[in-house]
């Protein structure tokens, strides 16, 4: 069975400060992965994926996350933070066998002026 | 851009009760799903739904529920005798046959039962 941990239910940063938004997943073949956003009131828009082609993958928003195997990892990055980024963020994994995504439990991100 | 709209948004009903959450997913996609947040919880995957029949559905996903594509255009989320702990937002997801790893979710709908 597959699962998504994310480090850090809540995150604060300063606007222009460095985003790292953590996650790691088990899953027993290499696994599609994935970032959402939620924004207040609105739906999940997925911000970027990564499907076994580069490792370091960029997403909308100037966001982007790299996929390390050996470290089960899939982070999300943002070299510097700006007021709109504040949202709820979801790391979810997929893998070959069907179509069912595995979401982590989300990061609330917020941004400090 | 295209998206998935749901409806209703909001929807109030007492234990009991049968419920109907729609969903219109994007016209040329052919992958169909319902995922549901408890509040404080994170996002579990119900069904799947693919060439009019079930692909894929989770434990969560028991006798009470069942999803119908009435027509060309709507899938819908039939909850059978709501009871309290189906309270959650519902999302409804599709994604076209080319691309299966670009899900797009709609905006959800918050089910409260009481």
């Known amino acids: 069975a597959q699962s998504v941990t994310q480090l850090g239910s809540h995150v604060s940063v300063s606007e222009g400060a460095l985003v790292l938004l953590r996650c790691n997943y088990s899953?027993?073949?290499?696994?599609?992965l994935f970032w959402y956003v939620q924004y207040p009131n609105q739906g999940l828009q997925l911000l970027l994926k990564?499907?076994?082609?580069?490792?370091l993958v960029k997403g909308i928003n100037g966001f982007e996350a790299e996929f390390k195997k050996s470290e089960t990892s899939f982070h999300l990055t943002k070299p510097s933070a700006h007021m709109s980024d504040a949202a709820e963020y979801f790391c979810?994994?997929?893998?070959?066998?069907?179509?069912?995504?595995?979401f982590g439990g989300g990061t609330r991100l917020m941004v400090k002026p | 851009e295209p998206e998935v709209t749901q409806t209703p948004s909001h929807q109030v009903t007492q234990m009991g009760q049968e419920v109907i959450l729609r969903c219109v997913p994007i016209?040329?996609?052919?992958?169909f799903y319902w995922y549901r947040q408890i509040l404080g919880q994170k996002v579990e995957f119900l069904v799947s739904?693919?060439?009019?029949?079930?692909?894929?559905k989770s434990e969560i996903f028991d006798d009470q529920f069942s999803v119908e594509r009435p027509d060309g255009s709507n899938f819908t989320l039939k909850i059978r005798s709501t009871k309290l702990e189906d309270s959650a937002m519902y999302f409804c997801?599709?994604?076209?046959?080319?691309?299966?790893?670009?899900?797009?979710f709609g905006e959800g709908s918050w089910l409260t039962v009481v």
């Open positions: 997801a599709s994604s076209d046959g080319t691309n299966i790893n670009t899900i797009y």
């Open positions: 899953s027993s073949v290499p696994p599609y």
């Open positions: 990564y499907t076994s082609a580069a490792t």
């Open positions: 979810a994994v997929r893998d070959n066998a069907g179509n069912m995504l595995t």
């Open positions: 016209s040329n996609h052919l992958y």
């Open positions: 739904f693919y060439n009019n029949e079930i692909s894929e």
